[in-house]
């Protein structure tokens, strides 16, 4: 996985290098982040429920014209955020940190240099710091591991204003496991599952300037 991610970076580098179609931006994006966690419902379920947690993200951003209002983008950012896992009236808060590359197809509909935007496409993220979340504090002996790297799925829109603006709203979709269980009570076998593997899902309102 790592090596494809590498790959991916390198060829998206290369193509906006080369700057071929002529239609080239570069700039800064960054926002705010509204994150939950969604557990996998098991018949071994405990309670547990994901709660909106905020955050931030910021970093470079490039664009690349394609035709017909098509392009290609991608960026790398430094993303941190919060999340909450609830079992009854207990809580506890974690902060993910993570290095994001979202590589998007986007589409713009724009008279000129004004209008809106569709774009979607993958994101590949690698966590920064410890990969362990203790939820001990609600269910005794419970301790996650999450995923260092992860690949989710990017949906955005927005408006564009004069070139050099886009103000968006975005979902991101995780498309496989953030976190398993890796330790159990001691009453239960090693190996069985007693809990869910949960995933993370991220509203997000962005601003990006192009120079």
Aim: no cysteine; net charge positive; aromatic share 10%.
């Amino acid at each position: 996985m790592k090596k494809t991610l590498l790959t991916l970076v390198v060829l998206l580098t290369t193509a906006l290098s080369a700057n071929a179609f002529g239609d080239f931006r570069f700039g800064v994006t960054g926002g705010y982040n509204l994150t939950s966690a969604s557990f996998d419902k098991t018949a071994l379920t405990q309670t547990l429920e994901g709660k909106n947690g905020s955050g931030w993200f910021i970093g470079p951003k490039a664009y690349m014209g394609l035709f017909a209002g098509l392009g290609v983008e991608g960026a790398l950012h430094y993303n941190q955020r919060d999340y909450k896992i609830a079992a009854g009236n207990l809580e506890v808060t974690e902060k993910l940190q993570s290095v994001d590359i979202p590589l998007n197809l986007k589409l713009n509909l724009t008279v000129q240099k004004v209008g809106v935007y569709l774009a979607t496409g993958p994101q590949f993220s690698y966590g920064l710091g410890g990969d362990k979340v203790n939820l001990s504090k609600l269910i005794d002996n419970t301790v996650y591991k999450t995923n260092n790297l992860t690949t989710t799925w990017n949906f955005g829109a927005g408006v564009a204003l004069g070139g050099h603006l886009d103000l968006g709203i975005g979902y991101n979709v995780a498309l496989g496991e953030t976190g398993q269980k890796i330790l159990n009570a001691a009453e239960i076998k090693t190996g069985q599952t007693v809990l869910p593997a949960y995933r993370l899902n991220t509203f997000n309102l962005q601003a990006t300037y192009y120079f």
